[in-house]
């Protein structure tokens, strides 16, 4: 998968860099004690600090920084034991202060990584340019009257963290699997919710194209995209209106667009000449931000395992394939979920049944793991009456779609319903006599040489079983009485 794009001269490379905002997970804001709940009636979580009266000074909330530093540990980044956080002045009706705080000569994690996991099944890495700390702004209203704006300050000063990529990322589909697995780390690191569809989690997609090895082109930078799957329909058309400007003989213009999710294209928003000047310059309300070496070391030894790390160890330990585990460590309650299921059972068949049926069953009741009507231990008792003979794989489908509904355990199906698999060779051997004596033309055929009319056999003995025959021995049998 070459990821190239054709174009009328010849084929295109895209480049790609993400910025992303992701909403720190804290009960207070970066910069006052003022609360953080989502929903909450408008300006009621604001505090004088958010609303920038005048003379009140912003105090450093330590659990966000403590957020960040395990943010940037998580992505394998350097941390820095000193940085700096700065005034980024511009106008506008939410933001009362008339600047925002943001990191921007000094941030607090410098270079890092992410691996991301491809669908078929090979890794690529992504550098991380950065991450720095930031307060987020308030919300203009602009549908609750039919002539004035409203400001709710809740978000002002709710604390974000940009996460910058280098420009690493070669198609929309790498950029959809970065935001996945982004998304992934933050959440086993317990440090955003990491949802776009609820706004903790925004990209802005820096875009651009070359010929393939060629230098870096002219990159637009479309803003707050609010999902994986418009992030990577913005990108792909993008790409493909930068290609067609350059092949028209025109050139890309450095500019900020907005993705038209309904129209699945983007449009200009402002140009270069139009973009801000922040006039940065060092927040004098704010000491620089400096740690003890001890202290991130201690963060460290704290983290959670990771996606990485999990991975490796379900392949090495449980023998998956990197595309199983892959999908299994995607959520640490699916992985959580797993390993429950597949302790002292054979972690093959386990897989299969959480990534296979259970996500898929799960998938069609718009139901996440949490909520899933089969808890670990009962999905272990299916597995086991697999694994004992009394089910075959075809009677245990049956009793987990009995299960997903009624939410009822394994075993008292099979009870109730009589479910129990046939691998008594007598009745197996009745039902195969009948099926013979009532096709005696097929029987002869098929001694003639027509050996694949034996499927033909086991089905109608299954049928005449009930689907309750282990098929296994129905096969053995069979071949037996038709031979002799
Ligand atoms: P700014 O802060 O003005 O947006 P940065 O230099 O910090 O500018 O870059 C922001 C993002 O743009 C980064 O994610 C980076 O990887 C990406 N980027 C930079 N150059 C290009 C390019 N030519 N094509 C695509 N993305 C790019
Ligand atoms: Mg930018």
Request: charge should be neutral; proline fraction near 4%.
């Amino acid at each position: 998968m070459s990821g190239l794009i054709k174009g009328r001269t010849g084929e295109w490379e895209v480049v790609i860099g993400l910025e992303v905002h992701a909403q720190v997970i804290s009960r207070a804001k970066l910069f006052s004690g003022a609360a953080t709940d989502f929903g909450a009636e408008p300006n009621t979580q604001v505090s004088f600090v958010d609303a920038a009266f005048p003379g009140m000074l912003p105090v450093i909330n330590r659990f966000c920084v403590e957020q960040a530093v395990k943010t940037g540990l998580g992505l394998d980044a350097e941390i820095h034991l000193s940085s700096v956080f700065d005034r980024k002045n511009y106008f506008y009706a939410d933001l009362p202060a008339g600047y925002q705080i943001s990191q921007f000569s000094r941030p607090v994690v410098g270079k890092g990584k992410i691996v991301l996991d491809l669908s078929d099944g090979t890794t690529r890495e992504i550098g991380i340019t950065r991450v720095h700390l930031e307060q987020d702004a308030g919300k203009s209203l602009h549908d609750q009257h039919p002539t004035k704006t409203y400001v709710d300050l809740n978000r002002a000063g709710v604390a974000l963290m940009e996460i910058v990529s280098e420009p690493d990322l070669r198609t929309a589909k790498e950029a959809g699997a970065y935001l996945r697995k982004l998304r992934a780390i933050l959440r086993y690191l317990g440090t955003c919710d990491a949802n776009m569809e609820e706004g903790n989690l925004r990209c802005d997609c820096n875009v651009s194209v070359r010929k393939p090895g060629g230098k870096l082109g002219t990159r637009c930078e479309i803003k707050n995209v609010n999902s994986v799957r418009f992030v990577m329909q913005a990108i792909e058309h993008e790409a493909r209106r930068q290609i067609e400007v350059i092949e028209d003989g025109g050139a890309v213009k450095q500019e900020t667009r907005l993705f038209d999710s309904g129209k699945g294209v983007t449009r200009s928003m402002r140009t270069k000449e139009e973009s801000h000047d922040y006039r940065y310059f060092p927040d004098p309300d704010l000491l620089p931000l400096t740690f003890d070496a001890d202290w991130v070391e201690g963060l460290k030894t704290s983290l959670p395992e990771l996606p990485d790390v999990k991975k490796a160890r379900f392949m090495r330990d449980y023998k998956l394939s990197a595309y199983d585990a892959g999908l299994l460590v995607a959520e640490r309650e699916n992985a959580e979920y797993f390993e429950a299921v597949a302790k002292g059972r054979d972690p093959k068949l386990a897989s299969n049944w959480v990534t296979v049926e259970l996500f898929g069953a799960l998938n069609k009741l718009g139901k996440g793991i949490a909520d899933s009507p089969i808890d670990p231990k009962n999905l272990g008792e299916l597995i086991d009456l697999i694994a004992d003979s009394t089910l075959s794989g075809r009677l245990a489908k049956d009793v987990f779609a009995e299960m997903i509904t009624s939410g009822k355990r394994a075993r008292v199906i099979v009870d109730e319903k009589g479910l129990r698999q046939v691998t008594d060779t007598g009745a197996i051997e009745a039902a195969i006599d009948m099926v013979l004596a009532k096709e005696p033309a097929k029987v002869a055929e098929y001694r003639a040489g027509k050996e694949k009319l034996l499927a033909f056999f086991v089905g109608q003995v299954m049928k005449a079983t009930q689907g309750k025959a282990n098929p296994a021995l129905v096969n053995e049998l069979l071949k037996k009485k038709l031979a002799g």
